[in-house]
C-alpha cells in the first residue's frame, strides 16, 4: 500500500489543522494506521493510531488536543489537530500495518507516506 500524506502548513499557536493520509494500491480496511511525528534534531515519535475497527490511541501529549479518524470509503485516515502548540512542530509521518491491532512503535509499521511539515508559531 502506497501512503500520502498532506495538510501540513504554517499556523499560529492555537489554531487547527487537520492532516490527510491517503492511501492507493490496497485498502486500507485491514490496516491499522498511525501518525508520526519528528522534529528536527529528534528521534521519530508515535502521535496517534487507530485500529482496522476504529479503536483509537493518542499519545498523551496530544490526548483532548489531536484526534485520529478513518474514513474507509475515502481509503483515508486523518489528524484532526487543534489548539496546535509550538511544541507540535514537526515533519508527521502516517505509517500503516498489515494488523488489526495499533502499534506504538516505528519499526511495527511497514509502510510509510513521505511526510508533510507542520509549523506552529507563537
Known amino acids: 500500500v502506497q501512503l500520502q500524506a498532506s495538510g501540513g502548513g504554517l499556523v499560529q499557536a492555537g489554531g487547527s489543522l487537520r492532516l490527510s493520509c491517503a492511501a492507493s494500491?490496497?485498502?486500507?480496511?485491514?490496516?491499522?494506521v498511525a501518525w508520526f511525528r519528528q522534529a528536527p534534531g529528534k528521534e521519530r515519535e508515535f502521535v496517534a493510531a487507530?485500529?482496522?475497527?476504529?479503536?483509537?490511541v493518542h499519545d498523551d501529549s496530544v490526548k483532548g488536543r489531536f484526534t485520529i479518524s478513518r474514513d474507509n470509503a475515502k481509503n483515508t485516515v486523518y489528524l484532526q489537530m487543534n489548539s496546535l502548540k509550538p511544541e507540535d512542530t514537526a515533519v508527521y509521518y502516517c505509517?500503516?500495518?498489515?494488523?488489526?491491532?495499533?502499534?506504538?512503535?516505528?519499526?511495527?509499521?511497514?509502510?510509510w507516506g513521505q511526510g508533510t511539515l507542520v509549523t506552529v508559531s507563537s
Open positions: 505509517a500503516a500495518r498489515a494488523r488489526l491491532l495499533v502499534g506504538a512503535r516505528v519499526d511495527e509499521y511497514e509502510n
Open positions: 494500491g490496497r485498502t486500507l480496511t485491514a490496516y491499522a
Open positions: 487507530i485500529s482496522s475497527w476504529s479503536g483509537t
